[in-house]
């Protein structure tokens, strides 16, 4: 019996997909989205838009609230003390950025801020930039055998010198839970500052920021059937207190003058501009259903198409992992064939895949990859989706092979 | 369609045979033999400098002009690619500069029955490789 996922009529943008012969395995990179999104959006528009923060207006009011609404809930979602620990951003990216030059003032020449070998770009760019930027020392923790961060060296290489640990919870390419909870319990015996890249995790299992006890949390809202264009940025309220402003403009200021001004703390203080409003509200909407649903029955059920995946790809000659996935994804590379080719030839067929370097260039040249195919899943994905892929993966690799 | 740059033969047989290929396997195939018709680039040439940067499999490509026609010669990892060097150099060697410059070669493709090779989303290389081709004819 194939497995059938009881959610997937909830999400149009699978079943349009489906109808157009597509087959989408891609949702690491974006998910689909649930109807109760795109009735949120559309609700919020079709009754009347107004911006947030600033009007005394009724339909002001009304966005307001419900923007802020979104903010208790994923204050909530987060198990975060309170919702003012969360700051919206436009991205996972930006939250990155916005970490990176908020937190600049705070580092000396010669200190060190450590990041591992997997990390994507958006979680290694502006830190090597930092780096560069005021002559500090990028750390770079190795990889072990089954492509988890090396808790042995991690050990040696996080010191008194570190100031920031950034790592990713669950590597966009390797598809496996990151031993985050012992890093950062090595970062924080150095006082070092810690921020988990949660853009993979956020969506696989619910995670307990008042438990993880990290400073800062990224994820971004697309990757977890919400809209793009917001990123979500959780900071312990001692951690927030230690970031400087960095872009400016309406909103984020309490009080301006030609010559000088004086900034709101967080989470306003770091929302300047008007907000992604709509999207914000409608992230609101992805998180009442997803919250509505059984998380067992969700997790058990990526459990079992994740098994699939693996078992599909054990059962076929030449295929290379890249580490041991165990949820979410899987890349590999196959003997003899090129992944460009293998890809040309999956899109050729309908199939929805990533190839190629995944955002995370040092990691492919560490493995000396030029690229690789990436299968990943959400939670509407059917078996069938599956076994579609493997059809058009054994005849792609008959032409090629 | 009348063009003002009539088909080389070997043109002539590339759009022969992808026109009678009816499937993705078939033109898959016929890719891989078009591509197998490249002649090699030495070391010398498989350089970063004749690199074309914006292909998701690297991939070369250097121009020489002999008595006004270009002549092109390109090299590429993956072997897909390699055959839509190979249909694009059937086309374009020979021309001169004004012939190259007027060329439609998305019709080109379109004729072969590869036009979505070049829509804007695919990183298999063939819109960088042409738009250095443009490139380094304009610079000559």
């Not at chain 1, 989205?33 to 528009?45: E, S, V």
């Not at chain 1, 988990?196 to 059937?225: E, N, P, T, W």
């Not at chain 1, 949820?327 to 990533?354: C, K, M, P, W, Y």
């Not at chain 2, 033999?33 to 940067?53: F, T």
Request: proline share 4%.
């Amino acid at each position: 019996m194939s497995l059938l996922s009881p959610w997937r009529a909830d999400f149009p943008g699978i079943l349009a997909l489906e109808a157009e012969g597509q087959t989408y395995l891609d949702s690491a990179a974006t998910a689909q989205k649930p109807q109760a999104m795109l009735d949120a959006l559309l609700a919020y528009y079709s009754s009347g838009s107004a911006n947030v923060h600033r009007a005394q207006h009724l339909p002001g009011e009304r966005a307001t609230r419900a923007f802020e609404a979104c903010r208790e809930q994923l204050g909530k979602w987060l198990n975060a003390q309170s919702s003012a620990h969360v700051i919206f951003t436009q991205g996972a990216t930006s939250a990155f950025n916005l970490l990176a030059y908020g937190l600049e003032h705070l580092f000396q020449p010669g200190d060190e801020l450590v990041i591992s070998a997997l990390e994507h770009h958006a979680n290694l760019l502006p830190w090597q930039q930092l780096a560069l930027r005021q002559n500090l020392k990028l750390v770079v923790l190795p990889l072990d055998t089954a492509r988890r961060i090396d808790l042995e060296a991690a050990s040696k290489l996080v010191g008194p010198r570190t100031r920031l640990l950034a790592v990713s919870q669950l590597s966009n390419v390797i598809g496996c839970w990151q031993p985050v909870a012992q890093l950062l319990a090595l970062a924080r015996a150095h006082d070092a500052l810690t921020v988990v890249d949660g853009a993979q995790g956020a969506v696989h299992g619910r995670h307990d920021m008042q438990q993880l006890d990290c400073d800062f949390y990224v994820f971004s809202s697309h990757k977890i059937y919400g809209p793009d264009g917001v990123g979500v940025l959780y900071g312990k309220p001692e951690a927030l207190a230690q970031l400087r402003h960095w872009q400016f403009g309406g909103e984020m200021v309490r009080d301006a003058d030609y010559l000088d001004a004086a900034f709101n703390p967080a989470p306003l203080g770091f929302e300047a501009g008007t907000p992604p409003i709509s999207s914000v509200i409608a992230l609101g909407a992805t998180l009442d259903y997803l919250n509505q649903l059984d998380h067992q029955a969700v997790t058990a059920f990526e459990q079992a198409l994740h098994q699939q995946l693996m078992a599909g790809l054990a059962a076929r000659d030449g295929i290379t992992l890249l580490g041991q996935p165990n949820i979410a994804l899987a890349s590999f590379v196959v003997d003899g064939v090129h992944n460009a080719d293998l890809a040309q030839l999956l899109t050729e067929q309908g199939i929805a895949v990533r190839a190629g370097q995944h955002c995370a260039m040092p990691l492919m040249k560490q493995l000396g990859l030029g690229g690789a195919i990436r299968v990943s899943l959400g939670l509407y994905n059917n078996g069938s989706d599956l076994e579609r892929f493997f059809g058009a993966l054994d005849n792609a690799l008959d032409i090629l092979r | 369609m009348t063009s003002p740059h009539p088909l080389s033969p070997g043109a002539a047989q590339a759009l022969d045979a992808f026109q009678q290929a009816g499937s993705w396997e078939q033109r898959a195939r016929l890719l891989m033999q078009w591509g197998e018709k490249l002649e090699p680039l030495s070391d010398s040439q498989r350089v970063e400098e004749n690199r074309v940067h914006g292909c998701e499999s690297q991939v070369w490509l250097v121009a020489e002009q002999v008595d006004q026609q270009w002549q092109f010669r390109a090299a590429g990892e993956a072997r897909l690619i390699r055959g839509l060097l190979a249909l694009l150099l059937v086309r374009v060697n020979g021309l001169d500069s004004q012939a190259l410059a007027q060329l439609d070669l998305n019709d080109w493709f379109n004729q072969l029955g590869l036009a979505r090779q070049l829509s804007p989303s695919r990183s298999n290389g063939l819109n960088a490789v042409l738009k250095r081709m443009r490139e380094l004819a304009s610079a000559a």
